[in-house]
């Protein structure tokens, strides 16, 4: 069978010279027979198109060598610079060869992973992509796998690199793929989404990829096969989100990636987080151990001291999902946090007293429930917000970005909205915790934006959560543990089946918690960039794990499916919790998550209440400060005119918005620097304390004495330094005028809208 062969070749020659030289050039590419002549090169032509593959049968000679003319010319564009190469010419030449084999005759095959199949593939594939009015491109093969799309290109000098052991620059996880266009029309400009499930029966000329983690990618099927573009997309239809959890890439991977794994790092730790909060009222109760009071509870959770299990029982079925209310956080003297869901029956003097019987308003504790459908958004916004944001950001050419209008779509769009209602009611809720009183999370059926304050209230007061290590513990003691519903919020699997199930809800919306709570950290760390160990790489790396079903960490909505999937004969699963970073990253580029700052004290500017506050410019009016100095929680600048676009995730794709990474490069490389320095200098300072010489690794132990001794320093009640630093449960001489919201803001929250009500 004869295919078509490219072949590209530059001239410098002048006019009259390039034209005898390209019919030189014509007869020695495509003379195969010596009395081959230039003469009749036409007519060759015409006579092996129509022994082509009779899907090419209609296809006009004259059309497909502009066709392909055109190809290799957009692939050949440098985008950073207009050419000002000389002119190429462009030849056909006709080879018998293998219909699967790309130019240079090498098969491109998939990498592939143990127990990992190729679904579909395509070839000769083309990737587009426009910055400044010049397109340019890679070509090669796509493949669909159990686990992946994959493009493998024909130059690996285009591969690219990538610090993913198991996922290639060109690799997406099926299961982090969002939506699917096909894209039609003589300049590319229609889009047509494609329903999940469904069967495409026409030729695809051209798709869409965009993915949950706001990655997209675009594919050519012109210069394929017929039928390669149509197979791709039906197998991405049929696969990107399967009905079952047992359909997924977990269940039939062969290589052992839990070696690394341990039984603590796939449990929660509910003894530690006691102890970080000093709460001597409470107690963990296994009322729940073969999951009879509630599936979507592990079989060990936090309740008050006071309260029997049999009264834990009774009590759960009160609410939605049989759910009890669940203690996660607390302080010395009395203050606790709970989430609980909604009621599910009719209040009554019987239940009101059940109620205050468990959270001890009989021995004298005080309560403020905060309704979070009150106090949030409606969890609709939140919904309708997510697809509106992936719509604004991912735009592929420069002509569908209207810069002029951004940041009133933004607005118009209520995403930062949410991230400051959430960091303003976690403030609120502190503030009830200092007062040592009892706050009462409620929501829908306590997994949603309850375990979102409630996480960023831990990491409001305890700075242990701002390291790595803690932070992966508050997610798997809040999120995963407290059955956060990963797999039907993040659309791994069809809303709303549990494990083995096979009936979905109608709902086919996107719910981003958990998105929305990363970006919540990511306004942390730029508002205080000593106090966290990582960077907001880290946070990307981590949405993009919580979409990749491989670990068994973010793919199911509750302890007890996964606990199903692990003792199913069928399909056993072996335990693969994500924390293990080395199976997924290099050591090196784990370590390029560390915060150079973290915990290095900065003395802020202090003003004094006569000097203006950066709020006195917004609001027109001077603000004193309202919390002072020894409060024990990082004092948030809530207000949406504090908060900051999150570009490295909502940009990461569009590649006329990227921004050159050398000059933040090198003001990494100075803060490491510096970092270095400090060290240093604490060395030869215990050199002198100690009149030996400290070893290089003892640097950070000292170094975390000091900040232990800082932290011993506040519980008896005294500032460590007047200058800055952290204390026991938080900040220590930290500007206070940042902070623009309201004196003990439950005062106002409790007062109008019944969100905050006090038993």
């Known amino acids: ?168 620059h060109w690799d997406v996880p099926l299961t982090s793929i969002y939506a699917i266009y096909e894209i039609s029309g003589e300049t590319g400009d229609k889009k047509k989404k494609l329903t999940l499930g469904s069967t495409v029966n026409t030729k695809i000329d051209a798709v869409f990829i965009l993915c949950k983690n706001f990655r997209f990618l675009q594919f050519n099927f012109k210069f394929a096969k017929i039928d390669q573009g149509r197979s791709v997309v039906n197998a991405l239809l049929h696969h990107v989100r399967p009905k079952k959890s047992s359909l997924l890439f977990a269940f039939e991977q062969k290589k052992k990636y839990h070696s690394f794994a341990d039984n603590q790092s796939q449990n929660c730790d509910w003894e530690s987080i006691v102890d970080k909060s000093g709460s001597k009222d409470v107690r963990i109760t296994r009322v729940n151990e073969s999951w009879q009071v509630c599936t979507n509870l592990p079989q060990q959770f936090i309740v008050p001291n006071h309260v029997n299990d049999d009264q834990v029982a009774r009590i759960s079925g009160l609410f939605t999902g049989s759910r009890a209310p669940v203690w996660v956080w607390g302080v010395p003297d009395h203050g606790a946090l709970f989430i609980q869901s909604q009621l599910n029956v009719m209040t009554s003097l019987v239940t009101d007293q059940l109620r205050k019987d468990f959270y001890g308003v009989h021995v004298g504790r005080k309560i403020r429930e905060v309704d979070l459908t009150k106090v949030l958004p409606a969890q609709s916004v939140l919904e309708e917000a997510y697809p509106a944001m992936l719509d604004l950001h991912c735009v592929d050419n420069e002509r569908d970005s209207d810069k002029s209008d951004y940041f009133s779509k933004l607005e118009s769009i209520g995403w930062l909205n949410y991230v400051s209602s959430l960091l303003r009611t976690a403030t609120d809720v502190c503030e009830i915790l200092c007062r040592e009183e009892t706050a009462v999370l409620i929501d829908l059926d306590g997994r949603g934006p309850a375990i979102v304050v409630a996480s960023l209230v831990q990491i409001f007061q305890e700075p242990e959560f701002r390291s790595r290590s803690g932070f992966e513990l508050l997610i798997q003691n809040n999120w995963v543990s407290l059955g956060y519903p990963f797999s039907g919020d993040n659309l791994i699997c069809a809303k709303g089946v549990q494990t083995g199930g096979t009936t979905p809800s109608n709902s086919s919306s996107m719910t981003p918690y958990f998105l929305i709570f990363l970006d919540c950290i990511h306004q942390l760390i730029l508002q205080f960039p000593s106090l966290f160990e990582f960077r907001s790489v880290y946070l990307l790396d981590l949405l993009d794990t919580s979409f990749l079903p491989i670990f068994d960490t973010f793919i199911f909505d509750s302890e007890h ?9 069928e399909t056993p699963l072996n335990p693969s919790p994500a924390w293990h970073w080395q199976v997924q990253f290099t050591n090196n580029y784990i370590k390029t998550w560390q915060n150079p700052l973290y915990k290095i004290p900065r003395r802020p500017v202090r003003l004094t209440s006569q000097d203006p506050t950066p709020y006195s410019q917004i609001m027109g009016r001077q603000i004193h400060p309202t919390v002072p100095e020894n409060k024990s929680y990082l004092p948030v600048d809530y207000y949406i005119s504090g908060l900051s676009v999150w570009t490295e995730l909502f940009h990461r794709s569009v590649p006329f918005l990227q921004v050159s990474s050398h000059p933040h490069k090198v003001l990494l490389k100075k803060q490491i620097q510096a970092r270095e320095e400090i060290e240093l200098a604490e060395r030869k300072q215990q050199q002198l304390e100690t009149g030996g010489v400290p070893r290089r690794n003892e640097t950070h132990h000292h170094h975390t004495q000091h900040h232990n001794r800082q932290q011993d320093t506040k519980r008896r009640g005294v500032h460590p330094n007047s200058g800055g630093g952290v204390g026991r449960h938080g900040v220590t001489g930290h500007n206070p005028t940042r902070v623009g919201h309201p004196a003990a803001g439950v005062a106002r929250a409790g007062g109008g809208n019944g969100a905050f009500r006090t038993n």
């Open 1 to 168: 069978m004869y295919e078509l062969e490219l072949v590209t070749y530059s001239s410098n020659l002048s006019s009259s010279e390039s034209s005898q030289h390209d019919e030189e050039q014509t007869t020695q590419f495509c003379g195969k027979n010596k009395n081959f002549s230039s003469s009749s090169v036409s007519e060759v032509l015409e006579d092996s198109l129509f022994q082509l593959d009779h899907t090419w049968e209609n296809l006009d000679k004259e059309d497909f060598e502009e066709d392909w003319r055109a190809h290799v010319k957009q692939l050949n564009m440098n985008p950073g610079n207009r050419s000002s190469q000389s002119s190429s010419t462009f030849y056909i030449d006709l080879k018998e060869r293998g219909e699967d084999e790309k130019d240079g005759g090498e098969v491109l095959e998939p990498v592939l992973l143990p127990g990992e199949h190729c679904i579909a593939q395509a070839h000769r594939v083309v990737s587009y992509s426009t910055v400044a009015g010049l397109t340019s491109g890679v070509s090669g093969s796509l493949f669909v796998t159990t686990l992946k799309l994959s493009l493998r290109l024909h130059l690996e000098s285009d591969q690219g690199t990538s610090e993913n052991l198991i996922l290639g």
């Open 561 to 569: 499916d996964r606990h199903l999937a692990h003792r199913n004969p």
